[in-house]
C-alpha cells in the first residue's frame, strides 16, 4: 500500500472519528463520574468503521430488563463513525490483509492521539459477513496485527451479531414476544428468545448472504446480468439458493410463527424506508412502521431505472429536502443499482416467507445502525463478557 494512499484513507478517519453517544438530555455521557471513553474499530463487508463511545457505569448499573440502547439512551451526535473503503474483498490477494493492518495500526493511534483513548481500551472487531468471505486473510490480519500492536482481532459469528443486535434493540420484557432480522450486507441473520426469562435460549437463523454479497452471487451466475433484470435474477437467487435454507431454519424454529411484531434492521432497511418514506423519515422516528410489499416496491422502482426514488416528495420544506437530498446521497454512495435490486429481493423473500398470509408487523428500529457492535462494546468493557484483547 502506497503511503499517499493510507495517509488519504487515515486523514478522512481522523476527520470524522467524533464522540459517539450522548445522554437523553443531551449531555455527554463523559460527564458521569465514572464514564471512559472507549474506541471501536469494525472491519466489515462496507467497509472499516471507527467509532468513539462514552460508556457511564452508573447508567449500566443494575437489572431494569431495559434493552442496551434504553440503558444507555444514547443520541448520536454528529458524524457518529466513518466508513472507509476495507482493501479486503472477494478474491483479495494476501496484499490486502497488510493493507488493512496499516490502516487499523494507524487509527489506532489516531484514537490514541486525538481522542485519548488507550490502546487497551480499542477493541478490533471482524463481522461475520467479511469473515465468510475472507476467512484466511482474516488470519493473518490477527496475527500481524497482534505482534505489531498487541491488538486481537476478534470475530464476531453471525449467531452472536444476531443475539447482540436483539439485545440492543430488545428489552428483556419483550424479548418473547417479537423477532429480529438484520440483512447485513455480508449476510442475513436474526432470530428470537425462546421464552422471557433470564435463561431462555436464544434461537438464531442465517445465511452467508447478504445486500452485497447476494449482488456478487447472482453477477458470478449471470455475467451478462443488467440493472433491469437483476432483481428478477436476484429474485430467483433467493427461490432456489437462499430460501431452503431459511425453510429449514424457520421450520426447525416454531417459536417465530408465533411472534406477530418483527424488527428489522440493516442498511438495505434504511434506504427502503428513505426511498419509500422520507416525510417520515425527517422526522428522525424511533421506530417505523413497514409492509411486507415495501422491498418489492422498492424492486420495481430499479427495474424502471429509478432505483433510488423518482424525485422529492412534493410536501417537504426547504430544511426537510436539503435533509433528504443529503441523506439520499449517503444511500446511493453506500447500494449502487444491483445491490439494491439484491437487498430488495433478499428482503422481500425474507418477509414473505416470514409471513406468508400477511398477519404480521414489520417495523424499522432507525437507531440500529452499529446496533450489535454498540452492544459489543457494553458487554465487553462494562459486563465483561466478550473476549478482551489478547
Known amino acids: 500500500m502506497s503511503t499517499t494512499r493510507r495517509d488519504v484513507l487515515l486523514g478522512a478517519a481522523a476527520a470524522s472519528l467524533v464522540g459517539a453517544l450522548a445522554g437523553r438530555a443531551g449531555v455527554a455521557l463523559a460527564a458521569a463520574p465514572s464514564a471512559k471513553t472507549y474506541g471501536m474499530i469494525e472491519i466489515s463487508a462496507s467497509g472499516i468503521t471507527v467509532s468513539v463511545y462514552h460508556l457511564s457505569r452508573e447508567m449500566l448499573a443494575g437489572s431494569s430488563g431495559a434493552s442496551g440502547f434504553e440503558r444507555l439512551a444514547p443520541r448520536r451526535v454528529g458524524d457518529a463513525f466513518s466508513v ?67 491488538q486481537h482481532l476478534d470475530v464476531i459469528t453471525a449467531r452472536d451479531e444476531a443475539r447482540l443486535t436483539f439485545d440492543w434493540v430488545v428489552g428483556q420484557r419483550k424479548r418473547a414476544e417479537v423477532a429480529l432480522f438484520d440483512i447485513g450486507s455480508g449476510n442475513l441473520k436474526g432470530g428470537i428468545y425462546d421464552g422471557s426469562g433470564r435463561r431462555a435460549p436464544f434461537r438464531d437463523l442465517s445465511v452467508p448472504y447478504g445486500t452485497k454479497t447476494t449482488a456478487g452471487a447472482v453477477k458470478l451466475r449471470w455475467p451478462d446480468v443488467r440493472t433491469f433484470d437483476f432483481g428478477a435474477h436476484a429474485a430467483e437467487f433467493y427461490t432456489d439458493t437462499i430460501g431452503p435454507e431459511m425453510r429449514r431454519q424457520i421450520d426447525a424454529t416454531p417459536a417465530l410463527q408465533r411472534r406477530q411484531d418483527v424488527y428489522l434492521s440493516g442498511g438495505i432497511v434504511w434506504a427502503t424506508a428513505m426511498i419509500l418514506r422520507p416525510k417520515q423519515m425527517v422526522t428522525k422516528p424511533v421506530w417505523l412502521d413497514m409492509t411486507r410489499d415495501d422491498f418489492a416496491a422498492v424492486a420495481r422502482l430499479v427495474a424502471d431505472g429509478t432505483p433510488y426514488g423518482v424525485g422529492l416528495a412534493a410536501d417537504l420544506d426547504e430544511a426537510e429536502r436539503a435533509w433528504v437530498t443529503k441523506t439520499m446521497k449517503t444511500v446511493r454512495n453506500t447500494f449502487n443499482p444491483h445491490q439494491m435490486a439484491a437487498g430488495a429481493a433478499l428482503g422481500d423473500g425474507l418477509v414473505r416467507q416470514l409471513d406468508p398470509t400477511g398477519s404480521k408487523r414489520f417495523i424499522f428500529p432507525t437507531f440500529a445502525n452499529n446496533a450489535w457492535s454498540s452492544q459489543y462494546l457494553i458487554e465487553r468493557f462494562e459486563l465483561g463478557r466478550m473476549r478482551p484483547t489478547a
Open 84 to 150: 472507509l473503503a476495507s482493501p479486503l474483498r472477494p478474491g483479495a490477494e494476501e496484499s490486502a490483509a497488510e493493507e488493512t493492518v496499516d490502516l487499523v495500526a494507524g487509527l489506532i493511534n489516531r484514537l490514541s492521539d486525538e481522542h485519548g483513548i488507550a490502546p487497551e481500551d480499542v477493541c478490533v472487531i471482524a463481522s461475520s459477513g467479511v469473515a465468510s468471505f475472507s476467512a484466511p486473510l482474516i488470519r493473518i490480519i490477527d496475527a500481524r496485527l497482534r505482534a505489531r500492536t498487541g
